[in-house]
């Protein structure tokens, strides 16, 4: 019995925890060159996600993630990484496929508090069809994030016809002093300027 006892021990102690899901190191990039979702990340909710080859709508390479569907939680979950979501930053590339059309509906960048559901997105940003006219990058905090939270992205699309893209992401520790969202430099002479900008959180 006392062998046995020894041998559950060992197995607990070093089984075990090669079971456990591993969490991803950040920095982290990723930019979709695959047919299939990349290892660690989900969908969840209605609509589809996937890898779409079109060098039309990538930022970089061949793919990107294109989100499709007439629903309102369309999800994507990023992978569990090692530092919690409140103390990262995400860079991320995306576009509507039309510029023009409301039906390529609202994108969502934000987090998840089950990484299961759907309806647990909060979202941090919003980003409609009409603030692009080509793909572009847009940076993200995650300040409220509770503990265990998980990265997350959401389309809201009004057509079945009309899809949203997302390409090479980045995931870094976000820094103490965070980059403005919008930077304006107006009343510009040889000595002087007038600056104004958007805080990424509160400041």
């Known amino acids: 019995m006392k062998k046995h006892l020894q041998i559950l021990a ?18 982290y990039t990723q930019g979709f060159e695959g047919s299939s979702m990349p290892s660690g990340w989900s969908h969840i909710g209605n ?3 996937a890898p779409y080859s079109s060098s039309t709508y990538a930022h970089s390479g061949s793919y990107s993630l294109k989100f499709s569907g007439a629903t309102t939680d369309n999800v994507v ?15 991320i590339w995306m576009r509507p496929e039309s510029f023009t059309s409301s039906s390529c509906g609202q994108f969502d960048v934000g987090y998840v508090t089950s ?19 080509a793909i572009a990058s847009r940076m993200v905090t995650f300040p409220t994030a509770p503990t265990g939270a998980r990265i997350a992205i959401r389309h809201r699309a009004n057509s079945t016809a009309w899809y949203w893209f997302v390409d090479d992401v980045d995931i870094h520790i976000a820094p103490n002093c965070p980059k403005p969202i ?3 430099a107006t009343a510009l002479d040889a000595h002087n300027a007038i600056v104004n900008w958007t805080p990424a959180f509160a400041e």
């Open 115 to 133: 990484a299961t559901s759907a309806s647990s997105f909060v979202a941090m940003e919003t980003y409609s069809y009409s603030d692009f006219s």
């Open 47 to 49: 609509g589809t996600a």
């Open 182 to 184: 919008t930077l304006t």
């Open 77 to 91: 979950v990023f992978p569990e990484f090692e530092a919690e979501a409140s103390q990262l930053e995400l860079t």
């Open 10 to 27: 060992l197995l607990a102690a070093f089984v075990l925890p090669l079971m456990a899901v591993a969490q991803v190191t950040v920095p």
